[in-house]
């Protein structure tokens, strides 16, 4: 019989799962390993022995055994019906106050279920967010647990010690909230991701096309770049994608690849309960649309014959300027995006009843993930200075900064229409910033259609209640609350 002496399991052994169990083992836990192919757990075991202490499990039952009380058992295989079914596998072997934790990409409605369902069972179930990808979930990803507050005194310390650590030492993890919040804020970091890259990609274009750089001399500037308030780590790998040259052509890398931009959801997860919550992520949502348009080909190509602008070539002075409004209007929209994602973290919070610490979030993100930004250090400070900011718009730090860079951010929104370049994300981006800034918005003018072809009435400014204008009769008003 397999001996209680594991502090933590994995069952599931792909990259993921391995280097996680890896990366526990480093840190000095006893980790059972299990897999549905035996093969796989003995090859982990048979390279990575070495690096700390493993326990090899063949069965189910052989798993559960070799776990310490209360059992902590993480699932690393694809979200779905895969993820049921080991549930379904192992829950009736646990006992209660064990823990089982869903460490992938799972849609937080399901964490939710789960949760619920587990705990009638007397087990803790903790949906995990983990960030960062297999090198992270090596040396130390960016982890977003949900679940009881009872789980997270079981799982947190082990947690703390596997996960990535920002620059002052603090662990880039802590208990985000009940069932689904680890998976929510994780959903809603991918969003923002999404924007991110769409963002950094336009940059990219708008160097290219309208100042003339090279992809060399781009991978410049974003180093120099860097090296100051955009210093991040996807800014970071941008330099080195478009600094790489194809070894087999001799042209830029970025030259040789498809322009066809895939994804895996979670993107259009974050998007579709925006919609659902009443939140607007328009800057996220045209990076999601943004990918969906580069893999239609077939309508790329019925468009490719459609007029345009003609080239309006810089000087290699003005292409410098060119390429200085740019990194405002780079930082000005990555202020709105990581506005709107947290935005729709608060609304989520309030909906399911969380309590989601905004700059406790910001705070996790600093290291690990794929996100991580000197940046997030700033919106940490801004929430723990008013815990309650309705947005970082009203945080006086980002509106001066956003409001220094919106002249340049308008100038390269304007070069990009005379040339052609689109910019979905940027132009959203500023859309977004000057509805919230408007005294006045066209919606008034909505209201008063929908009330004319469907009777859905209307608010007034000068007084209280609900109305409705009989537009086929006299045009008279009447309440209607």
């Known amino acids: 019989m397999t001996s209680s002496t594991a502090q933590i399991g994995v069952t599931g052994l792909a990259v993921m799962g391995s280097n996680l169990a890896r990366n526990f083992a480093r840190n000095g836990f006893t980790v059972a390993v299990h897999n549905r192919t035996t093969a796989k757990t003995t090859a982990l075991v048979e390279e990575f022995g ?266 290699a002075e003005a292409a410098d300027a060119f390429a200085a409004q740019v990194e405002q209007a780079l930082y000005a929209s990555k202020i709105v995006s990581y506005t709107q994602g947290f935005h729709q973290i608060q609304a989520g919070s309030e909906e399911y009843g969380w309590g989601v610490d905004p700059g406790a979030v910001a705070s996790l993100w600093r290291g690990g993930c794929i996100i991580r930004a000197a940046f997030l250090d700033r919106i940490r400070a801004a929430y723990d200075a008013r815990p309650e900011l309705p947005s970082l718009l009203a945080d006086a730090g980002f509106a001066d900064e956003i409001g220094a860079a919106q002249e340049d951010w308008r100038e390269a929104l304007v070069a990009a229409v005379r040339q052609g370049i689109p910019v979905p994300a940027f132009a959203a981006s500023l859309a977004y910033y000057d509805a919230l800034r408007s005294e006045r918005l066209p919606a008034a003018l909505t209201q008063g259609q929908r009330d004319f072809f469907g009777a859905h009435t209307y608010r007034r400014t000068d007084r209280e209640g609900s109305y409705h204008t009989l537009w086929s009769g006299d045009r008279s008003e009447v309440r209607t609350d």
């Open 50 to 315: 070495h690096e700390g202490s493993f326990v090899a499990a063949g069965s189910a039952k052989e798993f559960v055994d070799a776990l310490e009380r209360p059992r902590r058992l993480i699932i690393m295989v694809k979200a779905g019906e895969p993820t049921d079914a080991v549930i379904r596998e192992f829950a009736p072997l646990l006992e209660p106050g064990d823990v089982i934790i869903d460490g992938g990409n799972a849609h937080f409605e399901d964490t939710r279920r789960r949760e619920k369902e587990l705990r009638e069972q007397g087990l803790h179930f903790v949906g995990v967010g983990i960030s960062g990808g297999e090198e992270g979930a090596l040396l130390g990803p960016s982890i977003m647990p949900g679940g009881s507050e009872e789980s997270w005194a079981s799982l947190g310390p082990m947690l703390e010690k596997i996960s990535a650590k920002a620059a002052d030492g603090t662990p880039c993890t802590s208990h985000v909230g009940p069932d689904g919040a680890g998976h929510f804020v994780k959903m809603v970091h991918n969003g923002i991701e999404y924007a991110d890259m769409q963002l950094i990609a336009e940059a990219y274009h708008l160097l290219r096309e309208v100042a003339g750089y090279s992809p060399a001399k781009i991978a410049e500037t974003f180093r120099a770049w860097n090296r100051g308030r955009l210093d991040s780590y996807l800014i970071e790998i941008t330099a080195e994608v478009l600094a790489h040259t194809d070894a087999a052509t001799g042209r830029p890398f970025v030259d040789v690849v498809a322009d066809a931009a895939e994804q895996k959801g979670t993107g259009r997860w974050t998007v579709q309960i925006a919609l659902d919550l009443g939140v607007p992520v328009s800057g996220i949502a045209e990076a999601v649309f943004a990918r969906a348009v580069s893999g239609h080909g077939e309508l790329r190509t019925a468009a490719r014959g459609l007029a345009g602008p003609k080239p309006r070539p810089l000087s």
